[in-house]
């Protein structure tokens, strides 16, 4: 696999990512949220200054990097947008949804290694999102 530079992600920066994830997720899905405002280009980039002071920027931006090297044609928001709420109905939250979208991608073998962390695809899409928003601010 590609490495973005020789750095790589401590067990600590990553939980802090996964934990900042979690926390969205809790949240409503502010994430996703997001997504679709900036997708659409209607979004209040106040909101984004406001979740972008709760990630870690310089490892949101490798897991995006390593997920691009693996899946380049998914460097698009409204595609990734298009790709994470496929599924997604008013049946339940969308912090519910996203929590049963990643327990399900575990659970179907949609995972993929990055620094020999695994992550569903429903993680490195969000990471990946998140950080084609921020270099867009």
Not at 104 to 130: P, Q
Request: hydrophobic share 40%; proline share 1%; aromatic share 14%.
């Amino acid at each position: 696999m590609k490495k973005i530079d020789e750095k790589k992600i401590s067990r600590k920066e990553f939980f802090k990512l996964a934990a900042t994830l979690a926390s969205m997720g809790a949240l409503g899905g502010i994430g996703i949220v997001l997504l679709r405002e900036f997708s659409d280009n209607s979004a209040d980039f106040s909101k984004l200054s406001e979740v972008r002071k709760h990630f870690n920027q310089p490892a949101l931006e490798y897991v995006a990097e390593e997920y691009f090297y693996i899946k380049p044609r998914e460097r698009s928001v409204k595609f990734l947008d298009k790709l994470l709420l496929q599924e997604y109905n008013d049946s339940m939250s969308l912090a519910e949804f996203l929590h049963t979208q990643i327990k399900d991608d575990f659970n179907k073998g949609r995972i993929f290694y990055i620094d020999h962390w695994m992550l569903s695809v429903t993680e490195c899409r969000l990471y990946a999102a998140l950080s084609i928003l921020f270099k867009q601010q």
